[in-house]
């Protein structure tokens, strides 16, 4: 499974990007899919994940502001994010969780995309 994220991109606060990850490859294997971002010095944290069946968990600081959704027939996710603040900027980071056996489980990564909110 591969991943390419799309949409980043400099943006004023208050303001709405919208976050695209299309995957590619042995999408049928893929189950939860999610967003993380690493801001400079810090830690990658949770955004939000979406499971296959639609179930979705948003970290704490994006509740409310931030809608991932998902078009499983086009294999793409989306990160719909509004009401931007400059503590968002950070790389964004498209995962997936692919079954590979009964048993096993990998995590994928996409190459991350760059946001960036000025104040």
């Known amino acids: 499974v591969q991943l390419v994220e799309s949409g980043g991109g400099l943006v004023l606060a208050g303001g709405s990007l919208r976050l695209s990850c299309t995957a590619s490859?042995?999408?049928?294997?893929?189950?939860?899919m999610g967003w993380y971002r690493q801001a400079p010095g810090k830690q990658r944290e949770l955004v939000a994940t979406i499971s296959s069946d639609g179930a979705v968990n948003y970290g704490d600081s994006v509740k409310g502001r931030f809608t991932v959704s998902r078009d499983n027939t086009k294999n793409i996710m989306y990160l719909q994010m509004n009401s931007l603040k400059p503590e968002d900027t950070a790389v964004y980071y498209c995962n997936a969780q692919v079954i590979v056996s009964i048993e096993g489980k990998i995590e994928e990564w996409g190459q991350g995309t760059q946001v960036a909110v000025s104040s």
């Open positions: 490859g042995s999408t049928f294997r893929i189950n939860r």
